[in-house]
């Protein structure tokens, strides 16, 4: 059984720190991780993807991946109020038949002004 | 910027009743999936579509369910026979291709209410 697991909160932060987003998974298999943001009551939205290990930074943004510990993290600098969200970390396979995302179930992040 | 369209946004019907959840993909993509989330539960995979055919299908997706691009442009998803268990958000997802870094784009979802 795959799965990807969150601390779901919530996590409450003030403006302009570091929230510190984690998420670990059970596949081996799974090859690449995706970072999704999703306001209540709407779609997920992509923020970034990971599949090597190490840092992979975009802007405010930095996700973590090390596979040996099957942990993925998300990094957010500077936060701000607008980035108050549930953030859900998803894990694929590779190619074929393994396109379906494994989602965990959410980080609620809030950003206080 | 193109986007997945989904229709209705809004579905409710009664128990037992045959419900279709229309999607309109990315025009270029070939993939395509369908995801349900549960009021305060995680995103689920449903099922996920290629060449006209299903490439791979969660548990979730049982006999109840069928998904169907009836022409070039619309992916639908078909519930013959809705309990109350099915009352969820349902979101359409397509992507160029399967696997590894390829994006899914998510449509804006249609909520489903069972009474």
């Known amino acids: 059984q795959k799965e990807v697991e969150q601390n779901s909160g919530p996590l409450s932060v003030p403006e302009g720190a570091i929230a510190s987003l984690n998420c670990t998974y059970s596949?081996?298999?799974?090859?690449?991780f995706f970072w999704y943001r999703q306001y209540s009551g709407k779609s997920p939205e992509l923020i970034m993807f990971?599949?090597?290990?190490g840092d992979k930074e975009d802007g405010r943004f930095t996700a973590q991946l090390n596979k040996a510990s099957q942990y993925v993290s998300l990094l957010i600098r500077d936060s701000q109020p607008s980035d108050s969200a549930t953030y859900l970390c998803a894990g694929r396979g590779w190619g074929g038949s393994q396109g379906n995302l494994i989602f965990g179930k959410g980080t609620k992040l809030s950003v206080k002004p | 910027e193109p986007e997945v369209t989904q229709t209705p946004s809004h579905q409710v019907t009664q128990m037992g009743q045959e419900v279709i959840l229309r999607c309109v993909p990315i025009?270029?993509?070939?993939?395509f999936y369908w995801y349900r989330q549960i009021l305060g539960q995680k995103v689920e995979f449903l099922v996920s579509f290629y060449n006209n055919e299903i490439s791979e299908k969660s548990e979730i997706f049982d006999d109840q369910f069928s998904v169907e691009r009836p022409d070039g442009s619309n992916f639908t998803l078909k519930i013959r026979s809705t309990k109350l268990e099915d009352s969820a958000m349902y979101f359409c997802a397509s992507s160029e291709d399967s696997g590894g870094a390829n994006e899914q784009f998510f449509g804006p979802g249609t909520r489903l209410t069972v009474l």
């Open positions: 990971i599949y090597s290990n």
């Open positions: 596949d081996r298999g799974s090859q690449s």
């Open positions: 025009s270029n993509h070939l993939y």
